[in-house]
């Protein structure tokens, strides 16, 4: 039984990280229905420049992250505004394989600057701690730490989006955006926000995953999936529903690990197809298809 | 008049595409002034205010508005310079509630009489349902919603495009009697309609426009009725 608890509770935890990944593409799906192939490798990527900033700066992976966030936001920004903007459009097609074109460019160009090796951050003792909950039951400090963390994430985009200016201005404009310019909202400029606001929070996560697990550069496609599946089964358009999404996957995954180990990944898909084929609108969901 | 006007449309060609909708148009709107743009359906009424709000292309001198040539330039800045359109159908957002659809038309903080509190003073039924999704208003409801997003960004023209469109008498009433106020605090007005009687008595000058021209302009006491339907359908 307390073997159980255990394997709930890591799964809970690791689901906090999953929706980490997942909330930034929510948010771009919701906000210009673009389908981001080339988020994994973003936050991979992220990883690699938080590892380039605390080699060279000399600081710890939560201070890089002062460095990394805005950067990533200034790179969402960009290339929002150069490349993705002139994919935006009635087809669904073209931001799907400029993305996907996205993805395999920073996979090769990761690999021609950092080469195929395992890398790590290190966190030092955080990254052993544990808290002891009760008798038998213990929880690492690092993933609980990052569980918090996600948890603000997603409160934090939660209100941005229901109760600032901004988030008026993402949900006008994913309404209609020939109406928002009435307003006097230049899409190109919200759009561009919204992923600068994707990738301040893809920072988060690839320093995260950093810290938490070894990473190259042909690990994005996956982390692409398990966000996928944590926004499907949580529903699209709701950022809690993303949470609940992560949580659900963190979940399945641990059950299935703990009875065997070689069913982790294929015990989270399972979860996937199950909601996918009992409830495809997911858990909680907002949207108007 | 010597004065030039606050809006001035002239020789617009509007396209869809290969399929021109407007032909050689001129149309004025002095400040201070309301004119009605009535006609049929296809007339090409909704296309002249897309032209002016600028969701359609136009030629740069094809409008000037406030002395400055607007034509082809974004919708999001003709709607910075002080032009603001009530589209056709009201299209408030839906992922909005009432209060924040308002809010959101303040969005460019332009200075003038109308803020939050006052467009609900205009529209008290508004006030009440301030937190209620835009969707779940009536169909009067949303239209003055609507009337109300476009005030508050404080333009110097609002366009209004057949806010009766769809609504009972009794309400189109209801909205056309607080229009002299929207007057009175100096945004000028251009109203579309099929209503012909409504819009007359809410204007001072009236266009009628046939399949993309002017067929009539004058002031609106001098219109006989007959010679309104004549140009309304092409007889």
Redesign the interface.
């Known amino acids: 039984m307390i073997d159980w608890i255990n394997v709930i509770l890591q799964g809970v935890l690791v689901g906090g990280l999953y929706a980490m990944f997942a909330a930034g593409l929510s948010l771009i799906f919701g906000v210009m229905r673009l389908v981001n192939i080339a988020h994994g490798d973003l936050i991979v990527l992220a990883a690699y420049v938080a590892l380039v900033t605390t080699e060279t700066l000399g600081v710890g992976p939560l201070t890089s992250l002062a460095f990394v966030v805005p950067l990533m936001a200034v790179i969402g920004y960009a290339l929002q505004r150069l490349v993705l903007n002139r994919t935006l459009g009635e087809d669904l097609l073209p931001p799907l394989l400029v993305t996907f074109g996205l993805s395999v460019i920073i996979q090769n160009g990761l690999l021609a600057v950092f080469t195929a090796d395992s890398r790590k951050l290190q966190a030092g003792d955080i990254e052993v701690a544990t808290i002891r909950v009760f008798e038998g039951v213990y929880v690492g400090l690092l993933p609980l730490l990052q569980f918090a963390v996600a948890v603000a994430v997603i409160a934090a985009l939660q209100f941005v989006f229901y109760r600032t200016a901004l988030g008026r201005a993402f949900r006008a404009t994913a309404d209609s955006q020939s109406v928002a310019q009435l307003m006097g909202l230049d899409n190109r400029h919200v759009f561009a926000l919204a992923m600068a606001l994707s990738l301040a929070v893809v920072a988060i996560a690839g320093v995260f995953l950093a810290v938490r697990a070894n990473f190259d550069p042909a690990i994005g496609p996956a982390r692409l999936i398990f966000g996928f599946e944590a926004v499907i089964i949580g529903g699209l358009g709701s950022l809690w529903g993303t949470l609940a999404g992560g949580l659900v996957l963190g979940v399945a995954q641990a059950i299935g690990a703990h009875i065997n180990p070689g069913w982790q990944l294929l015990a989270g898909h399972m979860a996937f197809l199950v909601i996918l084929a009992v409830r495809p609108e997911g858990l909680f969901p907002k949207v108007r298809l | 008049m010597s004065e030039p006007p606050l809006l001035a449309v002239r020789h617009l060609d509007a396209f869809y595409g290969d399929f021109q909708a407007l032909f050689d148009l001129s149309v004025d709107v002095q400040a201070g002034e309301a004119v009605a743009v009535v006609g049929a359906n296809g007339a090409g009424k909704s296309t002249l205010l897309s032209s002016i ?3 359609i292309r136009t030629r740069r001198d094809a409008v000037t508005f406030d002395g400055a040539a607007i034509g082809g330039t ?3 800045t003709i ?2 310079r002080g032009i ?2 009530v ?1 056709e159908g009201r ?1 408030l ?4 509630t009432v209060e ?1 659809n308002l ?3 303040g ?2 903080k332009r200075p003038g009489y109308w803020n939050l509190r006052r467009v609900y003073e205009l529209f008290p039924m508004l006030a009440e349902r301030a937190h209620v999704p835009s969707t779940a208003l009536s169909g009067g409801q949303q239209q003055m919603a609507a009337i109300g ?1 476009g005030l508050m ?1 404080n333009p110097k023209l609002l366009l209004c495009d057949e806010i009766s469109l769809g609504l009972a008498p009794i309400v189109v009433r209801d909205i056309y009697v607080r229009l002299p106020m929207i007057l009175a605090q100096g945004t000028s007005l251009m109203l579309v309609e099929q209503d012909v009687v409504q819009a007359l008595k809410a204007t001072q000058r009236v266009y009628c426009l046939q399949e993309g021209r002017v067929a009539l302009a004058g002031a609106a006491k001098d219109l006989t009725r007959e010679a309104i339907a004549a140009a309304y359908f092409g007889v």
């Open positions: 709000a600028g969701l974004p919708a999001h709607a910075a603001a359109l589209p299209a957002f839906p992922s909005l924040e809010l959101i038309g969005q460019l997003r960004s």
